[in-house]
């Protein structure tokens, strides 16, 4: 790789500024690239959180601008294009100042406006990631709200400014195919890679977190163990619906779900209905270092999405060497063979859930081996250093063209 190439990259959410996947994915990818090519990251800074600018890699830097957090509501679009505004100055400054790119990578639509500014203005090649569409997310209702049509609006824009889109897996490629009618020739498919921390896999074989496991297993039962924002389309209440079920089998079992998000009260009615308030806990946002030491001392990971684009949290778990019980939706079926790396099932069916539950964790032997599969797969497939150079790989042909 040649640290000739200039890349600007363009993302809402990076590091200690993460609601989901996206910000997972640039936080993971924007180091590794930055060992390799010149790349500026340029994110929005809400709240003075991280340093205005700070090195990244070795021919790096993130530069974090000063913007409001735009949150839904009747002036959505306004807040929006303030943040991109507010980034577009601060690039157009850099420019003028004799900053150059060969290469703007813009990471979904909310930074879509400055991108396909910059792209204009300053004829450079354009690489667009989308990790997920309005209309997937809605199932196909993009005009059920005035927010949802602009979102949609904004992602189709996006994606036919763009020279190359990135999808992270067959599935988005075809989503984004269909939904945003971009051209199938300029889509390539690079997935999501995972941060392997070998000390979570070393701690688990070492048993050596048993104190953590009792604070929310205090039985001899299993335990198992959810991750994700509290919405709909994530499927936690599926997951408590299918506990039902799993108690007749493990009547100790209890149920950890982390996370946060708008279905939490549903989540607590659903508890309280079930009565299931001693077996099914709701733990709220937790901690990366929580999150691996519950990856550490869980007995199964359950993600029984309904839509999922990629399904990052899935990798991470199998990272950890847990077993996996997953819902065969969208770019989980990339991710997770069933039988073979995990067990999947039909999404939304809450009796093969709690089946696929019960056999994991009545079949240890079983589940083990294909933890051991899952573990290499990810390491050998899905890790960042690989993805950066899939990546780099991507900008070079646009340059060349």
């Not at 790119?101 to 203005?121: E, F, M, Q, S």
């Not at 549903?266 to 709701?282: K, N």
Request: aromatic share 8%.
């Amino acid at each position: 790789m040649s640290p000739d190439l200039r890349v600007l990259m363009l993302s809402s959410e990076y590091m200690l500024q993460r609601v989901g996947g996206l910000g997972v994915h640039v936080s993971g990818l924007a180091p590794r690239l930055a060992n390799h090519i010149q790349l500026d990251l340029v994110v929005p800074r809400y709240d003075s959180h991280g340093a205005p600018t700070e090195q990244l890699g070795d021919y790096g830097y993130v530069h974090r601008v000063d913007a409001a957090k735009p949150n839904p509501g009747a002036d959505f679009d306004l807040q929006v294009w303030r943040m991109n505004d507010r980034l577009n100055s601060f690039v157009t400054r850099r420019i003028e100042e004799g900053a150059q790119y060969d290469v703007v990578h813009a990471h979904d639509w909310l930074t879509g406006y400055i991108a396909n500014d910059l792209h204009r203005r300053y004829s450079i090649p354009l690489v667009a990631t989308l990790h997920a569409t309005e209309s997937g997310r809605m199932g196909g209702r993009v005009r059920a709200s005035h927010l949802s049509e602009r979102i949609h609006i904004a992602e189709q824009h996006l994606a036919w400014e763009a020279d190359q889109i990135i999808a992270c897996s067959e599935f988005m490629r075809v989503e984004i195919e269909s939904a945003l009618r971009a051209s199938r020739d300029k889509i390539v498919v690079i997935p999501n890679g995972v941060e392997i921390d070998e000390s979570i896999i070393f701690r688990q074989h070492q048993q050596a977190l048993g104190e953590f496991r009792r604070r929310w297993q205090p039985e001899e039962g299993p335990l198992i163990f959810f991750v994700g924002r509290l919405v709909w389309e994530k499927g936690p209440d599926l997951l408590v619906r299918a506990m039902a079920d799993v108690l007749k089998v493990f009547p100790s079992a209890r149920a950890v779900i982390a996370g946060h998000g708008p279905y939490r009260d549903h989540l607590l009615r659903q508890i309280d209905a079930m009565q299931l308030q001693e077996r099914v806990q709701l733990a709220g946002f937790v901690s990366d270092q929580e999150r691996n030491d519950l990856y550490a001392v869980a007995d199964l990971a359950v993600f029984p999405s309904r839509y999922e684009p990629f399904g990052i949290v899935a990798l991470e778990a199998m990272a950890t060497g847990i077993p996996v019980v997953i819902s065969a939706v969208g770019g989980l079926q990339d991710v997770v063979v069933d039988g073979v790396t995990g067990l999947c099932v039909a999404p939304g069916n809450v009796e093969a859930l709690a089946q696929a539950i019960i056999k994991t964790l009545a079949e240890p032997q079983k589940a083990a081996e294909r933890s051991q599969i899952a573990q290499k797969t990810v390491k050998d497939e899905y890790n960042w250093d690989h993805i950066a150079f899939r990546t780099v790989d991507v900008y070079k042909q646009l340059v060349r063209a």
